[in-house]
């Protein structure tokens, strides 16, 4: 029976859990704990990796593999950026975001692949146009980006040299997002739409609220 309830509101579940681990951690920066929060920040980024996983879900061959390759985009694009600066301009990774491959946190590679999907599966409910959806799908990673660049330095997830992040970097995020949203538009099927829109807001409010506090 407990079985059975926890799979009928399983999304309630998750989305219950993600609010909870983000409004928790805005407490804990304000009572001054932003240090101890902060360093458990990959531990956050798998657990929204786990729900995905299995609220989306990503059930079938083809949907970890579009998984997978938004990751590789992901780190490819990321291992360009700090090691040559031409896409993003020149920045480092601080230690808040978990274990690096050759300089890029593993976790920024799942993050990308997350917002890609759950932007996608957001999209699609306001278009059925796949053009219009990846527009619109880069669109909501772009803000995104925008928002967390304001707090990432003082948050210890990556810094621009001389604090100052270049026009390019929001428009290679742009046109990165917008190759990964237009492969994988017509080829993505399913989602759970009341999931990604809790998902992605939750990020845009904790990341909102920060700059407030």
């Given at each position: 029976?407990?079985?059975?309830?926890?799979?009928?509101?399983?999304?309630?579940?998750?989305?219950?859990?993600?609010?909870?681990?983000?409004?928790?951690?805005?407490i804990?920066i304000?009572?001054?704990?932003?240090?101890?929060?902060?360093?458990?920040?990959?531990?956050?980024?798998?657990?929204?990796?786990?729900?995905?996983?299995?609220?989306?879900?990503?059930?079938?061959?083809?949907?970890?593999?579009?998984?997978?390759?938004?990751?590789?985009?992901?780190?490819?694009?990321?291992?360009?950026?700090?090691?040559?600066?031409?896409?993003?301009?020149?920045?480092?990774?601080?230690?808040?975001?978990?274990?690096?491959?050759?300089?890029?946190?593993?976790?920024?590679?799942?993050?990308?692949?997350?917002?890609?999907?759950?932007?996608?599966?957001?999209?699609?409910?306001?278009?059925?146009?796949?053009?219009?959806?990846?527009?619109?799908?880069?669109?909501?990673?772009?803000?995104?980006?925008?928002?967390?660049?304001?707090?990432a330095?003082?948050?210890?997830?990556?810094?621009?040299?001389?604090?100052?992040?270049p026009?390019?970097?929001?428009?290679?995020?742009?046109?990165?997002?917008?190759?990964?949203?237009?492969?994988?538009?017509?080829?993505?099927?399913?989602?759970?739409?009341?999931?990604?829109?809790h998902?992605?807001?939750?990020?845009?409010?904790?990341?909102?609220?920060?700059?407030?506090l």
């Amino acid at each position: 029976m407990n079985i059975q309830i926890l799979q009928k509101h399983k999304t309630s579940i998750g989305i219950i859990s993600i609010w909870l681990f983000n409004l928790t951690a805005l407490i804990g920066i304000y009572a001054g704990y932003q240090e101890w929060f902060m360093s458990k920040t990959f531990l956050n980024m798998l657990v929204y990796t786990l729900f995905l996983s299995v609220l989306f879900p990503l059930d079938t061959k083809k949907q970890w593999a579009l998984f997978m390759g938004c990751f590789s985009i992901g780190m490819i694009s990321e291992w360009i950026g700090v090691h040559t600066s031409i896409l993003f301009g020149n920045y480092e990774y601080g230690d808040h975001l978990g274990f690096k491959i050759f300089g890029v946190p593993f976790f920024i590679g799942m993050n990308w692949a997350v917002l890609s999907l759950i932007s996608e599966d957001i999209a699609k409910r306001v278009t059925k146009n796949r053009y219009l959806i990846a527009v619109f799908a880069s669109c909501l990673m772009l803000g995104l980006d925008m928002i967390m660049e304001m707090g990432a330095p003082s948050l210890d997830f990556w810094e621009f040299s001389n604090g100052v992040v270049p026009l390019k970097n929001y428009l290679s995020w742009f046109l990165i997002a917008l190759l990964i949203q237009l492969w994988i538009t017509p080829k993505m099927a399913g989602g759970n739409f009341k999931f990604s829109l809790h998902l992605l807001g939750s990020q845009y409010v904790f990341f909102a609220v920060y700059l407030l506090l």
